[in-house]
């Protein structure tokens, strides 16, 4: 099994073939995250123990998840800085007819939200899945209002969860990283309360009233003298091309809360493009943490890590679009958590795997793939075996050249798209392979 047996070590489902399945489910999804689970099984009564296995009541999807965040835990411990990147996406099943799910963003459409924390380093390496809640909405009552916990709570527990790791781990810094979602003044209040056991830093949605009561937050910021300037590659996005980004930056620390809940300090960061292109509308964050930023370098951090929050937004990407979870044909949410736990474990592995070619590009690569994996690569493309295991970049480049990397003078490294279709098509060969083998034992 590999990195499954690693991953998954210790996992207790109350029953060793409960157990068992789940590595051998999870193996075959890593192996076709793009396939259906039919397809991606080796065979019809594979399948139906797959489906066997969905459809068990007494599972928990916390329990599957439960031993690779204690391996994210485990990886986490040997970084100083660990960002924390919590953020909602919806999973849209409308016209499915799966028991449980509830309205979306329009009121007839039916589908489920997730809402996961994703681990990673300031260079931006996935660590792994830290926490997550899975949940369907309720429908509106007759006065528009929708029953239920409010929403806003998940966040605010997603960081004391975060709080939670970080007494855990003394030696590593850990910071609670969100979007404008996040920008609710219960949860700073709260880490407050816990004494910013972690750091967060959180973009702003809102123009608050400062205590004084005579001016608004961003506008006193606005009012302060800059920092200086700083300057990066903003890469393309949908929509948007990629180009250079000139920022000024202000920082500001200011209070916030209210004499009834308590007042506590935080940095108000202001980063604003100057000179967009034309027809561009700038690049502007507002930046709400609990850190101090007195100098350009200590803002500039701040910003790095930020900046780093796209990160969740690509394991959205590859849960969706690589590993196509909205497809799942399964009759009851229950079942579809039960999925969505491994495959939130296969789509973390693919941006690890896209990620560690570009950070430690001269690693070995069989500490990531199995032998017959990268050498059924080699032999697919017709390239010589090299008689040592090659570079992790140099198999990540290979396997990622039978989903479409063409690996020319300007194309940079893989991406994870090319990098998913191309691990498919290397499992297969892979397979190929091992069947050739065992064909020869009986000859």
Not at 132 to 139: C, G, K, V
Not at 187 to 205: E, G, P, S, V
Request: charged share 25%.
């Amino acid at each position: 099994m590999g990195w499954v047996a690693e991953e998954l070590s210790g996992i207790d489902l109350g029953d060793q073939r409960l157990n068992a399945r789940s590595m051998k489910l999870l193996r075959r999804l890593s192996e076709k995250p793009s396939a259906s689970i039919p397809a991606a099984c080796g065979g019809w009564a594979e399948t139906v123990a797959a489906y066997r296995f969905l459809s068990q009541e007494a599972l928990d999807w916390q329990a599957i998840l439960q031993p690779h965040m204690a391996c994210t835990q485990t990886r986490m411990q040997s970084h100083s800085v660990v960002l924390c990147l919590q953020d909602t996406t919806e999973l849209d099943f409308n016209g499915r007819s799966a028991d449980g799910l509830g309205p979306l963003s329009y009121e007839a459409q039916r589908g489920m939200y997730l809402h996961p924390t994703l681990a990673v380093t300031p260079e931006r390496l996935p660590l792994g899945i830290i926490d997550a809640w899975m949940w369907a909405r309720e429908a509106k009552n007759e006065q528009g209002e929708r029953p239920g916990i409010s929403e806003s709570v998940r966040w605010i527990e997603g960081y004391e969860r975060v709080a939670e790791r970080a007494q855990e781990l003394p030696d590593t810094r850990l910071v609670y990283v969100a979007d404008r979602e996040g920008d609710i003044l219960a949860l700073m209040q709260r880490a407050h309360t816990l004494n910013h056991a972690a750091d967060w830093l959180i973009r702003a949605k809102h123009n608050r009233k400062l205590p004084d009561d005579t001016s608004k937050c961003w506008d006193k910021v606005a009012e302060t003298e800059l920092l200086g300037e700083l300057q990066f590659y903003l890469p393309p996005r949908p929509g948007r091309k990629g180009r250079q980004i000139v920022q000024q930056i202000r920082a500001l620390r200011v209070s916030l809360g209210t004499e009834k809940t308590g007042m506590f300090e935080v940095t108000a960061l202001q980063a604003t493009e100057v000179d967009p292109p034309t027809g561009e509308k700038p690049v502007e964050w507002r930046l709400l943490t609990n850190r101090e930023a007195p100098t350009l370098a200590d803002a500039a951090t701040l910003i790095d890590w930020y900046r780093c929050r796209w990160e969740i937004e690509m394991f959205f990407n590859i849960l969706k679009n690589g590993c196509k979870v909205e497809a799942l044909q399964l009759a009851a949410m229950p079942r579809i958590e039960l999925a969505l736990s491994l495959f939130m474990i296969v789509a973390w592995r693919i941006g690890f795997l896209m990620r560690l070619g570009r950070c430690c590009p001269d690693m070995d690569c069989e500490i990531v793939f199995d032998r017959e994996e990268w050498q059924a690569a080699w032999l697919v493309a017709r390239k010589p075996l090299p008689t040592t295991p090659p570079k992790l970049n140099e198999a990540i480049r290979v396997i990622a050249s039978f989903g479409g990397f063409l690996g020319r003078k300007g194309d940079g490294e893989p991406g994870v798209k090319s990098l998913w279709q191309g691990l498919q098509r290397v499992m297969d060969f892979a397979m190929g392979i091992r069947a050739a083998k065992e064909v020869q034992s009986y000859v």
